[in-house]
């Protein structure tokens, strides 16, 4: 590359949920892109378990990402395009606090089990390369205080167990691909590997330990196909196979008997699995299919559920118009002319 950068065209359609801007150029000069004003958010909407509408929480923005507390009454939130903070609503009063400041982008929240602390990553680039996890008091009160980091390697997913000791995370380095982990917060802080994927075609995806910290549930698809499965936490001692038809970004009920995940089969449906769980073994008592899944927003999480299991969260893009694309044709004249 060379030279100083030139627009081109201003005010270009982008959308923050998939980090995509509408816009395509041909080798020969031709250039075509959708006039937008910017981003065009997101809704946080409320549904049931028939996928009833059920209100909203806040105002519709560049959200990408959410976790709701254990309890249920506030909700963490990545808000901001291009530059992302952690916030959270107090969903019984109904009002927001911003919770990050400085000058790097956070992602991925999730709460410590009393839910007083929301725990984040931090990174300074769009890469997500050299990431940190980080918490800080809901409240405000305190610093940020840095939990854990590895050099040159991207940290997703952290979520703490419940009584703090243990941090899970998945790690992606060069070509080694999603792996899932679990370290000890005092000690040596020795990571130990949870999940290693057997090949690169079976890669991890999302994940996320259950409310009581004996679990973990993860996408990924070692099958071939992206299916749902849960392990024990932290040993990783047994596999068990959760959905059968596909399944994507599970999430645990309150009481670490259901799961909910969304499938990767025509129609895409949102689905929930009961779960028989003993000391040391988990059985599928039933998966049911629950609703179509509306146009979700996909960054970060994809959606959050209520303790209880009764309501989905799910950020969702308003289906509007598209405005007339614009040709512009022998484009690379404007750079001559610089």
Known sequence: LSGEATVIADK????????HTSFSVS????????????SMGVDLLWRDRAGREMGKVGDRGPYRGLRLSPDGKR????????????????????????????????????????????????TGGTANFNTEVHAKAVDGSGGD???????????????????????????????????AWAVPLSGDRKPVPVVLPQSPQSRLNAQRLSPDGKWLAYSGAES??????????????????????????????????????IGSAAPIRMYAAELKVTENEIEVQSVRPLFATPNVAGAGELYDVSPDGTKFLIPTTTATESAPMTLVVNWLSVLEKK
Do not use: C
Request: glycine fraction near 12%; proline fraction near 6%; hydrophobic fraction near 35%.
């Open 12 to 19: 270009v359609q982008h959308d923050a949920g998939t980090w």
């Open 224 to 261: 071939g196909r992206e299916e749902v499965y849960v392990t024990s936490f932290p040993s990783g001692s047994g596999r068990w196979q959760i959905s059968q038809n596909g399944g994507l970004f599970p999430v645990w009920r309150g009481d670490s008997k259901e799961i909910y995940f």
């Open 75 to 122: 909700l963490a939130v990545v808000l901001g395009d291009p530059k992302a903070d952690i916030w959270v609503y107090d969903l019984v009063r109904g009002n927001r606090r911003r919770l990050t400041f400085d000058q790097s982008d956070h992602f991925l929240p999730s709460w410590s089990g009393d839910g007083r602390r929301v725990f984040f990553t931090s």
């Open 27 to 38: 080798d020969e000069g031709t250039f075509i892109y959708e006039p937008g004003g910017g």
């Open 145 to 179: 205080e840095l939990l854990f980091k590895m050099p040159s390697v991207s940290l997703l997913w952290p979520q703490l167990t419940p009584d703090g000791r243990v941090l899970s995370y998945q790690a992606v380095a060069g070509q080694s691909g999603f792996t």
